[in-house]
T-cell receptor, first 115, second 110 residues
């Protein structure tokens, strides 16, 4: 069965631009969570969606937003990009909702470079 | 604090067992303990998880302390392909509280 697919894998933007990243979860998984990974801060939770509703949100500014569609695919958007937004953005899907009993399956990530 | 505490790095020789410790002294009763590993340029990969009892799967074993404040991931025979960053995480329904720590970088020497 297909894994979690993230697109694009690599992208370069300049400060002030915006970016949209896409995540297609494993078929049947309804929970999608997003993480930012940087060398200095490690893996930080951004937000989690379940059945098109944002259930949890991490401590990031409002420039970071997301949504989930009826087919469980999710997008995240970062507006007014800053140099510090350069990172690997990971999404993970979970069957049966985001619960400790369920395993997270991660995509390969989208590496964003902001110049 | 929901973060777990792990040693920054560990080394092992190939074919030898590896014990990776994790401290989660503030764990709550509903938190599961998960382990993931990440190879360079890849997303984290699931290794094992458990709640209270020790767990085994084809990849590893997970030993959970009786008070659940710590756990140990056991790789029974390390191979070069096991070299990765290993993350221990407390996971529950509140995704915002499920925080990855800094992980342990495992180096496997031939």
């Amino acid at each position: 069965k297909a894994g979690v697919t993230q697109t694009p894998r690599y992208l370069i933007k300049t400060r002030g631009q915006q970016v949209t990243l896409s995540c297609s979860p494993i078929s049947g998984h309804r929970s999608v969570s997003w993480y930012q990974q940087t060398p200095g801060q490690g893996l930080q939770f951004l937000f989690e969606y379940f059945s098109e509703t944002q259930r949890n949100k991490g401590n990031f500014p409002g420039r970071f937003s997301g949504r989930q569609f009826s087919n469980s695919r999710s997008e995240m958007n970062v507006s007014t990009l800053e140099l510090g937004d350069s990172a690997l953005y990971l999404c993970a899907s979970s069957g049966g909702g985001y619960s400790g009993a369920n395993v997270l399956t991660f995509g390969a990530g989208s590496r964003l470079t902001v110049l | 604090d929901a973060k777990t505490t792990q040693p920054n790095s560990m080394e092992s020789n190939e074919e030898e067992p590896v014990h990776l410790p994790c401290n989660h002294s503030t764990i709550s009763g509903t938190d599961y303990i998960h382990w993931y590993r990440q190879l360079p340029s890849q997303g984290p990969e699931y290794v094992i998880h458990g709640l209270t009892s020790n767990v085994n799967n084809r990849m590893a074993s997970l030993a959970i302390a009786e008070d659940r404040k710590s756990s140990t991931l056991i790789l029974h025979r390390a191979t070069l392909r096991d070299a990765a960053v290993y993350y221990c995480i407390r996971l529950n329904t509140n995704a915002g509280k499920s925080t990855f720590g800094d992980g342990t970088t495992l180096t496997v020497k031939p």
